[in-house]
């Protein structure tokens, strides 16, 4: 620290729920492995040998940085393949041990605020008529998902509750290790996943202490590359949490994800997670004071005509989000209006919509306020006078 890439200092960057830049540290241990660790993992000359420590030591650090194993650890492609593989396996297992004994369909308990690489899978299989699923909502009075209201959704046929363990538009956290602790108390068949792709680097994640069967990491939200890995308890062990092959082919990740490793990525993301989670406290202290500052300065400077969404939950120390209130203020209108920073209304995904984010809606905030909205989420390297350069541009546009 502090970082500076060219993506990070042109602009002022302020949308590191989106994407980070890379760490050079990380960038620089991709380069080096592209072209030195660049054997088949899977020879057994030097070569080979060499590739595959490499990503020995990937997986190490990238246990080490969430409480787990090595053994527990397989890499993928980014976060939506970790999150659809849990619900395939999931689906597939409850299939093929219920075969006899229910003529029931799988039911999956999952929330409204979930990412797409949650909810859309799980609408997209309840439309194949495969399973069941119950989307818990957020609880009014307290701003997030409350465990009594996920464990009441538990049916005798329900085989998997996905919680996102921090929210990527709202930054609000889902109290997981008490979701885990009391649906494992109803039924400890029932499986345990939580998205964790927004929570790693900016809070603490430790497998151990969330109670969880599978958990999902995404590099690219830790300046790291563009890939990402899953957690499964006792991964292949006798009552270890079950999963299935995502591909068929030449045996690598244990057979289960099948293809030749994508080295060089996995040893950044592997140096990635070692970072984010060894200096936490760190970058969480330097988001949060930048993410203060910026709220602080809004509220002197608008007074009423701000609002901050879920401030008073339990939230992510980087993450603002904020409307601000009156006619043509709506939050597509004002990012095509901002030149010099970079901010979003909401999820990445949904950039193009001018309508209000269905999360905001869900997490129960009013349409005029959701449709306002700006999601500003500061970033490990973002300083005081970014942040007042940011609030002047915004007074600049809004205030006569
Ligand atoms: C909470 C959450 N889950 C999953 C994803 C998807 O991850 P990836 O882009 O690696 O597929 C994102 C990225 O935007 C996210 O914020």
Redesign the pocket.
């Given at each position: 620290m502090p970082i500076k890439s060219e993506a990070a200092t042109k602009r002022i960057y302020l949308d590191y729920?989106?994407?980070t830049p890379l760490d050079p540290t990380v960038a620089e241990i991709i380069v080096t492995n592209l072209t030195e660790a660049w054997g088949n993992p899977s020879s057994l000359y030097p070569e080979g040998v060499k590739a595959k420590n490499v990503i020995a030591t990937a997986r190490e650090q990238t246990a080490k940085g969430i409480g787990a194993v090595a053994s527990d650890i397989l890499f993928t492609?980014?976060?939506?393949?970790?999150?659809n593989w849990v619900i395939s396996s999931t689906i597939e297992h409850f299939k093929q041990r219920s075969q006899a004994e229910s003529k029931l369909k799988p039911h999956i308990i999952s929330t409204t605020i979930?990412?797409?690489?949650?909810s859309l899978p799980l609408s997209h299989f309840r439309e194949k008529g495969e399973i069941d699923v119950t989307f818990v909502p957020v609880n009014k009075e307290r701003g997030f998902v409350t465990p009594e209201d996920v464990v009441n959704a538990i049916r005798p046929n329900t085989c998997l509750v996905t919680v996102?363990?921090?929210?990527?538009e709202t930054g609000a956290i889902m109290p997981i290790a008490e979701i885990s602790k009391l649906v494992k108390e109803r039924n400890s068949s029932v499986l345990i996943h939580t998205?964790?792709?927004?929570a790693i680097g900016k809070i603490p994640v430790d497998v151990g202490l969330l109670g969880v069967d599978y958990l999902?990491i995404?590099?690219?939200?830790i300046y790291g590359p563009?890939?990402?890995a899953l957690y499964i308890k006792g991964l292949l062990q006798n009552g270890g949490a079950p999963l299935y092959k995502i591909f068929h082919g030449g045996g690598q990740e244990r057979n289960l994800r099948p293809g030749t490793e994508n080295t060089a990525p996995i040893a950044g993301l592997g140096k990635a997670v070692e970072i984010a989670s060894d200096s936490v406290k760190e970058f969480a202290a330097a988001m949060k004071m930048t993410r203060d500052h910026l709220e602080k300065r809004l509220k002197d400077d608008f007074q009423d005509a701000v609002v901050f969404n879920c401030a008073s939950s339990c939230r992510l120390p980087n993450t603002c989000s904020v409307a601000f209130i009156g006619k043509n203020r709506e939050g597509y209108n004002l990012v095509k209006k901002i030149c010099g920073f970079s901010c979003s209304t909401g999820?990445?995904?949904h950039a193009n919509e001018c309508k209000p984010s269905q999360i905001l809606l869900e997490f129960n905030i009013p349409f005029e306020i959701a449709a306002n909205t700006l999601r500003l989420s500061t970033g490990r390297e973002t300083t005081v006078a970014d942040i007042d350069k940011v609030v002047d541009e915004l007074k600049h546009l809004l205030l006569p």
């Open positions: 729920n989106a994407t492609s980014g976060g939506t393949e970790a999150n979930e990412h797409d690489a949650i996102i363990m921090a929210n990527n998205d964790a792709a927004q999902t995404v590099g690219h939200k563009r890939i990402g999820s990445a995904c």
